[in-house]
């Protein structure tokens, strides 16, 4: 699946001042993508295969001391060290790698976004759509991005509020969808929420094209396509090479999985959540190519942390670089940004960035007052 290109068309084709800027601000960051490109090479790459190497080191010293640690400090550090392995893979190898940054690299092998196993619960080609295609396409446009809302939760002004379902979405989206990410999100992207849930808007759905029968069969196909394998190895498999001390590998392993799930979480629920993020109604489409680059820079907030945290985060502390440029890997973002700042301040766009708790404490504090009150009126003073 490739990823999704603006959509230029617009409702109203009447020049505005703003139009000129638009199109300088694109010329700038056309530049910039043409230059960055040109350096990604084999450094990448080998990038990526450190990384993976580090990971499967981190897996066998995560579960053999799992395995065999007579004590509590020696089964903590496996906890540790198979969270590490699980949240390199899931972010910044796995997420990377199926946006197709490696694609067009000779010798990608098992780096190519095509035939990429994914080692998260999450069905791959089922992501590949709902997160290039339809979040990266238009994010935070209502009837497009799906992740306007999720279940009972809305996270956008756009999304219709509802006091019976929405009253308590802070509370789910901290203690139920925190820990339990993966697994969540893969009902979201195979489309099984859609069978059970209605999401408030006008097209009731967001991945199934309707709820029939046949439908709902594909959905639980896919799911169960990851599902199956991924817990099977996690929760019976390796417990089962235990023997009797099978229940020690199996709450090491779920304790892993909750630290991948709420650090992920914690990465993403900053990305484009908050009482400055610009959301934007249905049908809200781009005044050309300049324009949607701005739509996406003010749909998205940055954070600030050190190296080895930001590749735990897979670059996605760089939010707003990587969705100007999403085949660009994770180095190559964190490369740019002082660039793209410079050029967004040139030219009037506006370009956020904090400490990652400050901008995770706005996130959460305007999910719950999206809750409340439909976000009614901005929270700033009060985080």
Known sequence: MRNAQPSTDATDVRPTPDDDRY??????????KRRTLARVGLEDLAHV???DVLSRAMEVTGRVLIHVSPE?????????????HKQLQA????H???????????????????GFWWDVPIDEESWRYGHNVRHHGGANVAGRDADVHFGPARLTRETPYDARRNRFQLPFMIGLLAPNFGFLMNLHFTGLQDAYFDNGLPTRTDFLPDRSSASVRG???????????????????????????????????????VL?????AATIYCGHVGPEVASYPIGTK????????????????????????????????????????????????REIAPEVREICARHGVTYRTDSWGRTLRRALAWVGELGRRGGARAILEEV
């Open 23 to 32: 199109r300088r601000f694109g010329e700038e960051l056309d530049e910039l």
């Open 49 to 51: 295969r450190r990384l």
């Open 260 to 264: 991948r799930d709420v650090y992920s």
């Open 91 to 94: 972010t910044e190898i796995g």
């Open 72 to 84: 509590p400090i020696t089964f903590t550090l496996g906890v540790v060290a198979l969270f590490v």
């Open 286 to 333: 781009a005044r050309g190519r300049g324009h949607w680059y701005a739509m996406q820079v003010e749909a998205s907030n940055d954070f600030e942390v050190s190296l080895p945290v930001s590749i735990l985060c897979g670059g996605l502390d760089r939010q707003i670089e990587h969705h100007l440029f999403p085949t660009l890997p994770p180095q190559r973002l």
């Open 96 to 114: 990377t790698v199926l946006h197709g940054a490696y694609d067009g690299l000779p010798g990608a092998g098992r780096f190519r976004s095509k």
């Open 219 to 257: 959905a639980w196909r896919k799911a169960l396509r990851k599902y199956a394998p991924y817990y099977l190895v996690n929760y019976v498999v390796f417990p089962a090479f235990a023997g009797p001390l099978f229940w020690k590998v199996l709450l090491g392993n779920w304790l892993a999985e």
